[in-house]
T-cell receptor, first 115, second 112 residues
Framework: DTEVTQTPKHLVMGMTNKKSLKCEQH?????MYWYKQKAKKPPELMFV???????INESVPSRFSPECPNSSLLNLHLHALQPEDSALYLC??????????????FGPGTRLTVL | DAKTTQPPSMDCAEGRAANLPCNHS???????VYWYRQIHSQGPQYIIH???NNETNEMASLIITEDRKSSTLILPHATLRDTAVYYC?????????????FGGGTRLMVKP
């Protein structure tokens, strides 16, 4: 199984809502990532988890709160978002080992619209 | 990781070879060249990577110049399903977090 799944596929939320994005993989990967992609732009890294611990936060606002409850799951909790946060949110996974080729496998993304 | 420069868009006729260039003139000795592509409404997908030798797999070939300052991704017989944004990424395999830093990419349109 080389698939990364993301739910929901689409999400519309108001600025006062709290919602969560979910990502799951069963490839035994111990590194998981969140990327944000605005329309017609490349993906931008938000967070990296390695062995279920947050290792990189690319100065993301606190209204985005990641969580890695176990080695297969990655969540992104959303609260008090702004319309400019509307984007495609991509999850990816890989092995975390340095010095080797570690292909990242991406999910299809959650398309988020903030009203 | 070194920065890359790619043409923003290219067209290719179906069945012909698609040659996608990438400039990475500031690449350092331990950095690899990676290619990913993103088909519309999907997540990016790994294609191929290389250090200094030319590489080939079932999807594509990667040609890296001898000075490593540029490379070309070759899709030997492009199909309509190869229409996508192709990202050239230079990556140090020892970077913290195994991060990928995406540049602007090339939007390849394969036409019948």
């Amino acid at each position: 199984d080389t698939e990364v799944t993301q739910t929901p596929k689409h999400l519309v939320m108001g600025m006062t809502n709290k919602k969560s994005l979910k990502c799951e993989q069963h490839m035994g990967h111990r590194a998981m990532y969140w990327y944000k992609q605005k329309a017609k732009k490349p993906p931008e890294l938000m967070f990296v988890y390695s062995y279920e611990k947050l290792s990189i936060n690319e100065s993301v606002p606190s209204r985005f709160s990641p969580e890695c409850p176990n080695s297969s799951l990655l969540n992104l909790h959303l609260h008090a978002l702004q319309p400019e946060d509307s984007a495609l949110y991509l999850c990816a996974s890989s092995q975390p080992r340095r010095g080797t080729h570690n292909e990242q496998f991406f999910g299809p993304g959650t398309r988020l619209t903030v009203l | 990781d070194a920065k890359t420069t790619q043409p923003p868009s290219m067209d290719c006729a179906e069945g012909r070879a698609a040659n996608l260039p990438c400039n990475h003139s500031t690449i350092s000795g331990n950095e690899y060249v990676y290619w990913y592509r993103q088909i519309h409404s999907q997540g990016p997908q790994y294609i191929i990577h290389g250090l200094k030798n030319n590489e080939t797999n079932e999807m594509a070939s990667l040609i890296i110049t001898e000075d490593r300052k540029s490379s070309t991704l070759i899709l030997p017989h492009a199909t309509l399903r190869d229409t996508a944004v192709y990202y050239c990424i230079v990556r140090n395999p020892n970077n913290a977090g195994n991060m990928l830093t995406f540049g602007g990419g090339t939007r390849l349109m394969v036409k019948p």
